[in-house]
Nanobody, 126 residues
Framework: QVQLAESGGGLVQVGGSLRVSCVVS????????MGWFRQAPGQAREFVAA????????PYRDSVKGRFTISIDNAKNIMFLQMNNLKTEDTAVYYC???????????????????WGQGTQVTVSS
């Protein structure tokens, strides 16, 4: 059973930066598709970013392209989401997730992920 734990959320002003982390209980690189999702109050959970097993593909949702960066520290089994130029609409609980799926095609669907963290709150104030 893979365990994931997010940290690093908090309160930041518009235009600020924040880095959220996801510690994974076992080696991720080469074994899992990894992803970040978020859920704002009253809204469905949505895809933010993902990284494939080889670390060569990192798709993002359109609204965060150029502002967010997903990365993995393979030696420490930690995944990061660096968030710059934050906007009020980025306010949400951010979740990391791991997928055992063989196909890369479902990376943006939360149903494709098998393991989830508990989430970390990110609040962007104006």
């Amino acid at each position: 059973q893979v365990q994931l734990a997010e940290s690093g959320g908090g309160l930041v002003q518009v235009g600020g930066s924040l880095r959220v982390s996801c510690v994974v209980s076992e080696r991720t690189f080469g074994n899992y598709i990894m992803g970040w999702f978020r859920q704002a109050p009253g809204q469905a959970r949505e895809f933010v970013a993902a990284i494939n097993r080889g670390g060569t593909m990192t798709p993002y949702r359109d609204s965060v392209k150029g502002r967010f960066t997903i990365s993995i520290d393979n030696a420490k089994n930690i995944m990061f989401l660096q968030m710059n130029n934050l906007k009020t609409e980025d306010t949400a609980v951010y979740y990391c997730a791991a997928s055992k799926a063989v196909s890369w095609n479902g990376y943006a669907r939360d149903s494709a992920y098998d393991y989830w963290g508990q989430g970390t709150q990110v609040t962007v104030s104006s």
